[in-house]
């Protein structure tokens, strides 16, 4: 599902992902099943597809409280948070996403601290709040100076190019063309990215198609295994009937 999520083949990982929240819930893992759930709230969200998203993530998020996992709890009010920026319930968002910082500080990485700084200031950026948008955004720059693990592109460059919205909107044009050359840096780094996602498409249709035919293979021998018994026990009938009649 995580595969076919990233490959962009929605439909597919849905179908994965559904198999996986039954079998969660058969086995009661309360873990499991809040990240199927979680998951496929984010799939609906990449479709646009709206309805009854408010209810999974609502269970994930209780599905996560239930199993103590405070990373993931995060996640789960970060990702929420985050669709409804989207859908512009602004109050809703801020209250999701600041519980999914108040956790993160706590339980997560610096990278993950970032994303939601990030989102928070895209959040005030929205309600023309510059001078929180401002806050928040620099926030999470002095944590992205500071730290020293390797940080995806994909969260600088989203926190690059709300700095450069940021200081546009402010009309400080050198600060937003400073924010706007290493929004550009990072964008070959997402493109690089992009073209392992590429070749990691053409690996999983290439396997798909090789179990495909294997699976074709097995069926047409056991077709003709059929088909020899068949004629074996033809033969046998044929042979029996002429043995009663010649008697």
Do not use: C, W
């Not at 490959?7 to 873990?31: C, H, M, P, Q, V």
């Not at 992205?144 to 200081?167: C, F």
């Not at 780094?189 to 996602?197: A, F, N, P, R, T």
């Not at 097995?218 to 009649?245: C, D, T, Y």
Request: proline share 0%.
């Amino acid at each position: 599902a995580i595969t076919f999520r990233h490959l962009k083949e929605y439909d597919r990982a849905i179908g994965f992902y559904k198999k996986s929240i039954a079998l969660a819930r058969d086995t009661k893992s309360s873990n499991s099943l809040g990240l199927g759930l979680m998951n496929l709230a984010t799939v609906y969200v990449n479709k646009r597809q709206t309805e009854k998203l408010d209810t999974l993530y609502h269970e994930s998020i209780d599905n996560f409280k239930k199993s103590g996992n405070f990373n993931y709890l995060a996640m789960a009010y970060h990702n929420y948070g985050n669709y409804l920026l989207i859908v512009k319930k602004y109050d809703n968002a801020e209250e999701n996403l600041k519980k999914a910082l108040d956790l993160r500080k706590r339980y997560s990485t610096r990278s993950m601290v970032i994303s939601t700084l990030s989102v928070l200031g895209h959040l005030m950026l929205e309600q023309h709040k510059l001078k929180d948008a401002e806050a928040y955004l620099l926030r999470a720059n002095d944590v992205l100076k500071n730290g020293k693990e390797k940080m995806s592109p994909r969260i600088s460059g989203e926190l690059n190019l709300n700095l450069k919205r940021l200081y546009f909107s402010k009309k400080n044009y050198k600060k937003a063309y400073e924010y706007q050359q290493k929004e550009m840096e990072t964008a070959q780094k997402i493109y690089d990215e992009s073209e392992k996602v590429n070749a990691l498409k053409i690996q999983a249709e290439y396997e798909l198609e090789k179990r495909d035919n294997q699976i074709n293979a097995e069926r047409e021998i056991h077709r003709h295994k059929q088909i020899s018994i068949f004629s074996i026990a033809g033969v046998i009938f044929l042979v029996l009937v002429l043995f009663l009649f010649t008697l």
